[in-house]
Structure formats: C-alpha cells, structure tokens
C-alpha cells in the first residue's frame, strides 16, 4: 500500500482568498491525481499532476482556479484560487501505485465563508 | 462515456444480516474495478481491486466479486463497525490512471 500525507485537514476561509493543499507521497507511487469531493456527494477527478510539467486538467475545471504543482515525485500542491462559498468542498489528494492500486490522503474540508 | 452506478443508495441491516452491494458499469475497456470504504470526515480507504470477470476477493466479512457488466460487494454477518458508505470506481485502458466514481452506498449496521 501507499502512504499518502496531506494538510490542512481543515479550513475555514474568507471569499476572495486562496489555499494551498499539500500532499506528500511515499516513493511507491507512479501517479497523483487531485478530487473533489462535495457535501453528500462522490468523488470527481480535477486533475493529473505531472510531475514537473503542467497539469491535466478535467472538463470543467481550469488552471486559473486550481493550480496545481508537482515539482517532484512525491510532493504536490493544489491551490483554490479566488474562493468562494461554492468551493467548499473536501479536496483530496491520491496517488496511484505501479500495481496501478489508488490510495488516498485524508482530505482537507474546506469551508468558506 | 463511461459510468458507475451504486445500489441501493442507502442500506440499513441489523447485525448479522448478510446482504450485498451492486456496483454496475460502463467503460470502453476495464483496467480495473475498485471498492473503497468511506468513513465521515475521511478519505476512502482502499479494499480491493478487481480487474477480470469471475474474479473475486476476500477481507474479513467482505468478499467482492466481477462480472463484465457490474460488480458485488457481499457482506457477510455484518457488525455495527461496518457502518460506512462504500465506493465503487473504475478505471479504464484508455485512462491515466484516473478513477470514474459512483455516488456509494451508504451502510447502517444496527446493534
């Protein structure tokens, strides 16, 4: 299995402002990939982080609202830019083993207000 | 486009009464067929991949089993710790490795 570290694991937030999430892998990871999780809903996929390259982004979802970094194989950030009430949401983080077997972080529950 | 879709949406059972979840699918090409289980407040936690028909797997109370159009999850003599909602997601060969997710089913297990 892989251990997937992230943080914050919460916040609360003004709108109009940002917040970056960080996820820290370890080294049996191939992939990372960024959902979204809302409010008594499932999970839906915003991005691939590639590492050292932009990322891939999902229908509906653009780089100017949620950049994304992976400057290494076992490190990535995801920043909500510009947030408003309708971005609070759980983020999380995954990474995607070579048994192509997918874990996931704990989340950050993102609140704003 | 490929699609997942869970039921029953929600399931309540008293413990001990063995039950199973439906995972049905669309994919142009499966690579792979996972179940998670979701605490509140958690992220999902990984129970099995399954990656061909008449595969099957095997966790404590929890055996998963695959056809090529859908899949189960049976729980056996479940307990009031296995309240959870539970996901079901796949992966296609013609992906990155990003999962497509069904909306889960929520499990209440009584006392």
């Known amino acids: 299995s892989a251990v997937i570290s992230q943080k914050p694991s919460r916040d609360i937030c003004q709108r109009g402002t940002s917040l970056t999430i960080q996820c820290q892998v370890d080294s049996q990871v191939t992939m990372m990939f960024w959902y979204r999780q809302q409010p008594g809903q499932s999970l839906t996929l915003i991005a691939t982080a590639n590492q050292g390259s932009e990322a891939t982004y999902e229908s509906g979802f653009v780089i100017d609202k949620f950049p994304i970094s992976r400057p290494n194989l076992t490190f990535s950030t995801l920043t909500v830019s510009n947030m408003s009430p309708e971005d609070s949401s759980i983020y999380l983080c995954?990474?995607?083993?070579?048994?192509?077997?997918?874990?996931f972080g704990q989340g950050t529950r993102l609140t704003v207000v | 486009e490929d699609q997942v879709t869970q039921s029953p949406e929600a399931l309540r059972l008293q413990e001990g009464e063995s039950s199973s979840l439906n995972c049905s699918y669309t994919v142009s090409g499966l690579r792979g067929l996972f179940w998670y289980r979701q605490d509140p407040g958690k992220g999902p936690e990984f129970l099995f991949t399954l990656y061909s028909a008449g595969e099957e797997k095997e966790k404590e109370r929890l055996k998963a089993t695959l056809t090529k159009k859908e899949s189960f999850l049976h729980i056996t003599a479940p307990k009031p710790e296995d309240s959870a909602t539970y996901l079901c997601a796949v992966q296609a060969h013609s992906s990155t490795g990003k999962l497509i997710f069904g909306q889960g089913t929520t499990l209440q297990v009584k006392p």
């Open positions: 995954s990474g995607l083993t070579g048994e192509a077997e997918a874990f």
